[in-house]
T-cell receptor
Framework: EADIYQTPRYLVIGTGKKITLECSQT?????MYWYQQDPGMELHLIHY???????EKGDLSSESTVSRIRTEHFPLTLESARPSHTSQYLCASSGSYVGGRSPLHFGNGTRLTVT | GQNIDQPTEMTATEGAIVQINCTYQ??????LFWYQQHAGEAPTFLSYNVLDGLEEKGRFSSFLSRSKGYSYLLLKELQMKDSASYLCAVRDYGGATNKLIFGTGTLLAVQP
């Protein structure tokens, strides 16, 4: 069972503030991902990482940035939060590509509200 | 372009069987996943298909037809706790990327 943790669970913050959403996993997975999900909508990939010092932008354009300095840690930062950033942010990880299965394991998400 | 279609909502009765369909059009195909997501919680992995046919796992089964770009998730002996959103996701690249494209999900309501 994968263990992946996100903090905070909920965050309400004013416009213009800098925020960092934390994501950590204890399974030693090399691949990590950030998805954005609005209510009733599909998950959109905004960032991913193949390993330490590797980060790529996803399919959905995002003003956020990420870093991967340690295998277990993949934080997401918004330099200046805006109401359009209000959404749920889900972090996920996956292990080695063995037999193709390699499912994503998701954290519980951070529900961000920017006022 | 990339497109994954699922019904938005379905309703079924406790103890019954329900089939949730998913059709996809992607630039490539390297596996299809089904996830369950309860309200306010993280998606959890249910099943994986990469070859045509049926994969059975307890009360849950998933079917894939690559030539038709079609999959379904079959839930048997429905329980109230099965009320959730069911997400179909396709991996359209091979190798190391493992990026998934998700559908909007099907919200299943199980009634007594």
């Amino acid at each position: 069972e994968a263990d992946i943790y996100q903090t905070p669970r909920y965050l309400v913050i004013g416009t213009g503030k800098k925020i960092t959403l934390e994501c950590s996993q204890t399974m030693g997975h090399d691949k990590m991902y950030w998805y954005q999900q609005d209510p009733g909508m599909e998950l959109h990939l905004i960032h991913y990482s193949y390993g330490v010092n590797s980060t790529e932008k996803g399919d959905l354009s995002s003003e956020s940035t990420v870093s991967r300095i340690r295998t277990e840690h993949f934080p997401l930062t918004l330099e200046s939060a805006r109401p359009s950033h209000t959404s749920q942010y889900l972090c996920a990880s996956s292990g080695s590509y063995v037999g193709g299965r390699s499912p994503l394991h998701f954290g519980n998400g951070t529900r961000l509200t920017v006022t | 372009g990339q497109n994954i279609d699922q019904p938005t909502e379905m309703t079924a009765t406790e103890g019954a069987i329900v089939q949730i369909n998913c059709t996809y059009q992607t630039s490539g195909f390297n596996g299809l996943f089904w996830y369950q997501q309860h309200a306010g919680e993280a998606p959890t992995f249910l099943s994986y298909n990469v070859l045509d046919g049926l994969e059975e796992k307890g009360r849950f089964s998933s079917f894939l037809s690559r030539s038709k770009g079609y999959s379904y998730l079959l839930l048997k002996e429905l329980q109230m706790k099965d009320s959730a959103s069911y997400l179909c996701a396709v991996r359209d690249y091979g190798g190391a990327t493992n990026k998934l494209i998700f559908g909007t999900g099907t919200l299943l309501a199980v009634q007594p």
